[in-house]
């Protein structure tokens, strides 16, 4: 993709501040041989319904925990009020696959599969999706096998560490945390995501169009499908 536009001024100001998992860890995932060279993802779309549109709150960060890459994206949903509270729009699944689990906010979904009965219920292999801080109201339950499009569950805090409802995304290969914006950028509906260095700081690029990731809500962050 082309090279994001510079930054405009008292960007720092606008930096995503969220506690949310911030170590980078990036050499871990190269050096592990389990990862093949020709290693590509598969289609992906963005996590949410047609029509409704959401923050791209927090580009570049950390998947899960510390020492692992920068895997993760955020999207906060419509809304007005801000903090951890109750929302009703809908997390879609970004790629078909089956869910493997669905407890303590996080829903993991497994995508190395043909089909509703080809899943082999096994998350160290082929490309996972986790989708985190998913609300237990709603939540899809374990063994769904669930078409790009469809409903997860609703966005919030629960998981994790959280100032405010969103939804955590991140891919994994091989069990490996895969970065957003390294040699195999997450590129959900055409948009690619790229980084600028600081954790939680980036876009999302599409044709010539950026989205700047930016905590809050702001004309900058707003995307849909």
């Known amino acids: ?32 041989q389990i990862l093949s060279s020709d290693l590509s993802q598969p289609p992906m779309q963005l996590p949410f319904e047609p029509g409704v549109v959401w923050s791209f709150t927090g580009g ?23 903090g951890c509270v109750q929302n009703n729009a809908w997390v879609v699944a970004i790629a078909d696959g ?33 989708y985190m801080h998913i609300e237990g109201r709603d939540r899809i339950n374990p063994g769904t096998y669930v078409r790009a499009g469809e409903r997860i569950g609703h966005p919030s805090c629960e998981g994790g560490v959280s100032s405010g409802t969103h ?11 895969i970065p957003t914006d390294q040699d195999q950028p997450f590129v959900l509906d055409g948009w690619v995501s790229v980084g600028l260095g600081n954790v939680y700081d980036g876009y999302l ?21």
């Open 98 to 130: 089956t869910i493997l689990r669905a407890e303590n906010g996080a829903v993991v979904q497994d995508l190395d599969t043909n089909g509703p009965n080809s899943n082999d219920g096994i998350e160290q292999t082929g490309w996972t999706i986790l």
């Open 205 to 225: 690029q599409r044709d010539g169009q950026s989205v700047e990731a930016w905590e809050g809500r702001s004309d900058e962050n707003t995307i849909q499908r």
């Open 167 to 177: 939804v955590h995304l991140a891919r994994r290969y091989n069990g490996e945390w």
């Open 1 to 32: 993709p082309p090279p994001p536009p510079p930054p405009p001024p008292f960007s720092s100001r606008r930096r995503h501040t969220r506690s949310c998992l911030k170590s980078r860890g990036l050499g871990d995932v190269y050096k592990r």
């Open 60 to 82: 570049p960060h950390g998947g899960w925990g510390d020492g692992s890459a920068w895997a993760a994206l955020d999207f906060a949903p419509p809304g007005e009020a801000l």
